[in-house]
């Protein structure tokens, strides 16, 4: 008896049509994220739909494992009543990944190609984290103009790693992926860490903003935005390049990460320089 059912539901499994249960639950599931999804608008103005859902989707149903909860709705419930969970999760779904110089070989690109053509030193730093990015390109530039003449406006989402940003302080192990004569010149050591300098700090502007809803800032000469579009589907990802086209002077750069590359840059308005170094017409 116990083959003939064992065989009767390796066969069920095995047929062409879906089980009418488990087709209720993945409905009930996507149903809920889609609920979760419009909360998240409402609580953070955050709009998920711009992420690649698989990916999105498994980040978050990950962190409700981790935190031992039933499902979205006692999530949402969570996040609602406990602010500080509410930043940790924000910190946790906008993929805060950075260090200073990283990808030195982008560094040299710039040092080699973009810097000599630049004109004036407007630079916008997006998705800046806790700010390594913004603070390596702006010790970049003073390397060959008066710190005077840079404006370094450096965007994040999240709130709390922009408090990190402005403070400027980091760990030994942080600083590692500093050249030698950027550490020795702008950095100072305290008790807490590595301290920089008021010289550099100065070049620096911390803002909160979103990429996928705030308006962008105008006349920048240099674009950075380095691997973080990888995470939006491609309706967000045009509209963010159509964007940056807009926020860029005639002739300013814009420099993406590696695995981020326009394929239809010339319908966009852009000309590449190389190939994570792209540029807007003189028009």
């Known amino acids: 008896m116990f083959e003939k059912s064992a065989t009767f539901v390796a066969l069920f499994f095995t047929l062409p049509y879906p089980c009418p249960q488990l087709v209720t639950l993945s409905i009930l599931l996507k149903m809920d994220y889609e609920w979760f999804k419009a909360e998240i608008y409402t609580l953070t103005g955050i709009d998920l739909n711009l992420y690649k859902e698989k990916q999105m989707k498994r980040r978050i149903e990950n962190y409700i494992s981790m935190h031992r909860l039933g499902d979205y709705k006692e999530f949402r419930n969570l996040l609602v009543r406990d602010a500080g969970k509410l930043a940790q999760f924000l910190d946790y779904i906008t993929i805060n990944v950075t260090e200073f110089f990283r990808t030195p070989e982008h560094w040299q690109q710039l040092e080699e190609l973009v810097l000599p053509r630049m004109q004036s030193y407007n630079v916008w730093s997006?998705?800046?984290?806790?700010?390594?990015?913004?603070?390596?390109?702006?010790?970049?530039?003073?390397?060959?103009?008066?710190?005077?003449?840079?404006?370094?406006?450096?965007?994040?989402?999240?709130?709390?790693?922009?408090?990190?940003?402005?403070?400027?302080?980091?760990?030994?192990?942080?600083?590692?992926?500093?050249?030698?004569?950027?550490?020795?010149?702008?950095?100072?050591?305290?008790?807490?860490?590595?301290?920089?300098?008021?010289?550099?700090?100065?070049?620096?502007?911390?803002?909160?903003?979103?990429?996928?809803?705030?308006?962008?800032?105008?006349?920048?000469?240099?674009?950075?935005?380095?691997?973080?579009?990888?995470?939006?589907?491609?309706?967000?990802?045009?509209?963010?390049?159509?964007?940056?086209?807009?926020?860029?002077?005639?002739?300013?750069?814009?420099?993406?990460?590696?695995?981020?590359?326009?394929?239809?840059?010339?319908?966009?308005?852009?000309?590449?320089?190389?190939?994570?170094?792209?540029?807007?017409?003189?028009?």
């Open 126 to 283: 997006c998705a800046c984290s806790t700010g390594e990015e913004a603070y390596s390109i702006a010790m970049s530039l003073a390397e060959h103009i008066s710190t005077e003449n840079i404006h370094v406006l450096a965007t994040d989402v999240d709130e709390r790693v922009l408090a990190i940003a402005r403070k400027g302080i980091y760990s030994e192990n942080a600083i590692e992926t500093v050249p030698e004569k950027y550490r020795t010149k702008y950095f100072e050591r305290t008790h807490d860490g590595y301290k920089v300098c008021k010289e550099i700090l100065q070049c620096v502007e911390f803002r909160k903003l979103n990429l996928l809803a705030d308006e962008f800032p105008k006349d920048q000469d240099l674009i950075l935005c380095r691997n973080i579009l990888i995470y939006f589907v491609n309706e967000a990802k045009v509209e963010i390049y159509a964007s940056f086209l807009k926020s860029l002077k005639p002739g300013g750069f814009l420099f993406t990460g590696h695995t981020e590359q326009m394929i239809h840059y010339k319908e966009m308005g852009y000309c590449r320089l190389a190939k994570s170094i792209y540029y807007r017409y003189y028009r």
